[in-house]
């Protein structure tokens, strides 16, 4: 049974992610390198496999990183398979037609994670996008959630 085991290497790629996610959008070899404390030559070479796989892409202009359009595709493949925006999208977009408003559907997992909604029709920004995250404490999704 391999219950604590992980590989190294994709451990430390996962890292690479999740610090382009947070502390990004923009990070060097070396910043990155630093970041998760791995030699540069190494963190180079994760990157390097990240960008072969869409993962990760290279600014020409600075040579900074930056999360890939992979991750795009992986992530909608992901909401696609919840059953709860499959069975709210249809529901999400009924209401926001008859209120004029926007409606997103959100998940508490610790943090609030927007997973789909239809924005209002009448808005100048927004604010959430499907597959982001909030404290679960702030805001309109907050409020609905203790309404309930």
Do not use: C
Not at 10 to 38: K, N
Not at 125 to 131: L, N, V
Not at 140 to 146: I, M, V, Y
């Amino acid at each position: 049974m391999w219950v604590g085991m992980t590989v190294q290497s994709v451990q430390r790629a996962a890292r690479i992610l999740h610090e382009l996610a947070t502390a990004g959008p923009r990070l060097g070899v070396t910043d990155l390198a630093d970041r998760i404390g791995v030699s540069r030559p190494t963190a180079h070479a994760l990157l390097r496999t990240l960008e072969a796989e869409g993962l990760v892409r290279q600014e020409k202009e600075t040579s900074k990183y930056l999360l890939g359009p992979a991750l795009l595709r992986l992530g909608n493949s992901f909401l696609e398979t919840q059953e709860l925006r499959s069975r709210s999208v249809a529901w999400a977009d009924t209401l926001a037609e008859r209120i004029g408003e926007a409606v997103w559907v959100a998940v508490l997992d610790g943090r609030l994670r927007t997973g789909s909604g239809t924005p209002s029709p009448y808005a100048r920004w927004r604010r959430s996008s499907p597959g982001s995250s909030g404290p679960a404490g702030r805001g309109l999704a907050h409020l609905g959630l203790n309404a309930g």
